[in-house]
């Protein structure tokens, strides 16, 4: 279904964790459907977080996804809480749901209850005051961490620290805090290296912890997060370094020189760029493309903070011009 306002969207948060949230579920989702981050509520200057509208001719796969694939069967809205719950946060969300409700019998009032968008408030953790204030119930076919609020509501509460420790929950405990969440970072860097998932979410870790290193977030919780995230960059640093380097090598071997080391440098500085360029901007158009070769004139120390720190428009202008 098509609203007028679909390709109205709110600017980034500078949040570091509604970056990363956000471009996460870009990232696992986008395959399968629509994304829209910050998309607009016609006439209200609200905006939800990520809406998804899944591809009806492609399956959501299990196996990559988890449990993401039972939520996300229908459209979708997804509102992601690095706090606990408040009773406003709630009240906020189902305004949202219920304009999104109005927009879509605008397009059909003949439009079915179970055909319209659920909400997922996803938080790392919740009082049972409010669970128990808005009539929530444990749903017993997603079990532990999943509440249900009134059936015809279409709107449920997903408490991170709650979930069961397994595969098909990696990703939503990335989006926990403390414990629950290094437990997921740890469970990230397991993953095979051939894992085409594994690389894109290590490069969003890599981007939330420089933007927190740039912010200087200070506190117990945040030094602890970095701690976790310094190891998933090391190991996301590693991983572009031996592809780019082996890259290098291949070419120099094809072509029968014996500069194929130089090669795997170049190449692996290539490669930590149009990482972090595609975790920022998504597919790297022309004009991206064309500022890689400047960027690969700079040590990495040089380029990290600029690529993490410059909007799209300030590194086109830096250094095509």
């Excluded at 986008?30 to 939800?48: D, Y």
């Excluded at 001719?57 to 996300?72: A, I, R, S």
């Excluded at 209850?113 to 005051?129: D, G, H, I, K, Q």
């Amino acid at each position: 279904m098509q609203f007028c306002d679909r390709s109205i969207i709110q600017p980034m948060t500078t949040k570091p964790f509604d970056q990363f949230n956000k471009r996460l579920f870009e990232t696992l989702l986008s395959p399968f459907g629509t994304v829209i981050p910050n998309r607009s509520v016609l006439g209200e200057e609200r905006a939800i977080d990520i809406y998804f509208e899944p591809n009806p001719d492609v399956l959501l796969p299990h196996d990559e996804l988890g449990y993401l694939t039972f939520m996300l069967d229908k459209p979708a809205l997804l509102e992601p809480f690095r706090s606990s719950l408040s009773d406003e946060d709630m009240h906020n969300c189902l305004l949202k749901l219920f304009l999104v409700y109005a927009e879509y019998r605008r397009q059909d009032e003949s439009i079915r209850t179970e055909n319209l968008p659920r909400l997922w408030m996803l938080c790392a953790s919740v009082s049972n005051r409010l669970i128990e204030g808005f009539n929530g119930q444990l749903d017993e076919t997603l079990g532990e961490g999943f509440y249900c609020l009134a059936p015809r509501l279409r709107a449920a509460i997903v408490v991170i620290d709650e979930l069961p420790t397994i595969p098909e929950t990696l990703w939503l405990r990335l989006l926990g805090r403390g414990r629950t969440q290094e437990d997921a970072i740890a469970e990230l860097l397991l993953l095979p290296e051939d894992d085409a998932l594994r690389m894109n979410v290590l490069s969003l870790l890599v981007s939330w912890r420089i933007n927190m290193d740039l912010l200087e977030q200070a506190n117990d919780e945040e030094r602890r997060i970095l701690m976790a995230l310094s190891q998933a960059y090391l190991e996301w640093e590693q991983q572009t370094r031996r592809q780019g380097m082996e890259e290098g090598l291949e070419r120099g071997r094809q072509e029968g020189r014996q500069e194929g080391r130089q090669e795997g440098r170049q190449e692996e500085r290539r490669a930590m760029i149009v990482s972090l360029l595609e975790s920022r901007f998504g597919l790297i158009e022309d004009e991206l493309q064309a500022i890689i070769p400047a960027l690969m004139q700079l040590s990495s120390e040089e380029f990290l903070p600029i690529l993490m720190q410059r909007s799209r428009d300030e590194l086109l202008q830096q250094f095509l011009n």
